[in-house]
């Protein structure tokens, strides 16, 4: 089992739609979480971060975290052509110095 | 956008020379970091480092050494390159210290595209 796991897609929406993006990790004692947007050819750029449970709204994207089931998802609200990329979601562990386990990635698509 | 520069952004070499690739940052960050990036496999750490001369393994570091003289600087080197090392190379930073028990989010810079013949 990967340590953090993303259906690899590609997830493909209509223009003004909810996009649903979600990653699942194995360690329980996880304690960050980010999702990058990474566009062909260019390097990742971080979109949002979450520590705690919950929800975290930041303008048309949310973070939502579930740290009993271990999943934590990103919301795209409004979604636009855009935003098509790859979200790569990414899982920093507690302790064990400053490593940050990346998912594969999820290829979105998002039609006009 | 943070001050991250990584040189070269491409290069083309054969089978068993060595290589080092340089990031370069103006964000006086302490954390930095080796990532290499595969189709398939996302990306994934090769070495990091915590300050100056303080570096450590990441998951794929068999092949890789790192060296950090000062904190702008972290160089990356292949002594022997193999074709298995052709990949995408990304740096990346994070500030000092962690937020609410946390982690900083890293930052990246552009990518150097390594291609071994």
């Known amino acids: 089992q990967k340590e953090v796991e993303q259906n690899s897609g590609p997830l493909s929406v209509p223009e003004g739609a909810i996009a649903s993006l979600n990653c699942t990790y194995s360690?329980?004692?996880?304690?960050?979480f980010f999702w990058y947007r990474q566009y062909s050819g260019k390097s990742p750029e971080l979109i949002m971060f979450?520590?705690?449970?919950g929800d975290k709204e930041d303008g048309r994207f949310t973070a939502q975290l579930n740290k009993a089931s271990q999943y934590v998802s990103l919301l795209i609200r409004d979604s636009q052509p855009s935003d098509s990329a790859t979200y790569l979601c990414a899982v920093k562990a507690r302790g064990g110095g400053f490593k940050t386990i990346f998912g594969a990635g999820t290829r979105l698509f998002v039609k006009a | 956008d943070a001050g991250i520069t990584q040189s070269p952004r491409h290069k083309v070499t054969e089978t068993g020379t060595p290589v080092t690739l340089r990031c370069h940052q103006t964000?006086?960050?302490?954390?930095m970091y080796w990532y290499r990036q595969d189709p398939g496999h996302g990306l994934r750490l090769i070495h990091y480092?915590?300050?100056?001369?303080?570096?450590d393994k990441g998951e794929v570091s068999d092949g890789y050494s790192v060296s950090r003289s000062k904190t702008e600087d972290f160089l990356l080197t292949l002594e022997s390159a193999t074709s298995s090392q052709t990949s995408v190379y990304f740096c990346?930073?994070?500030?000092?210290?962690?937020?609410?028990?946390?982690?900083?989010?890293?930052?990246f810079g552009d990518g150097t595209r390594l291609s071994i013949l």
């Open positions: 979450i520590y705690s449970n």
């Open positions: 360690d329980r004692g996880s304690q960050s």
């Open positions: 990346a930073i994070s500030e000092s210290p962690p937020l609410a028990g946390g982690n900083q989010p890293q930052h």
């Open positions: 964000e006086n960050h302490r954390y």
């Open positions: 480092s915590y300050g100056v001369k303080d570096t």
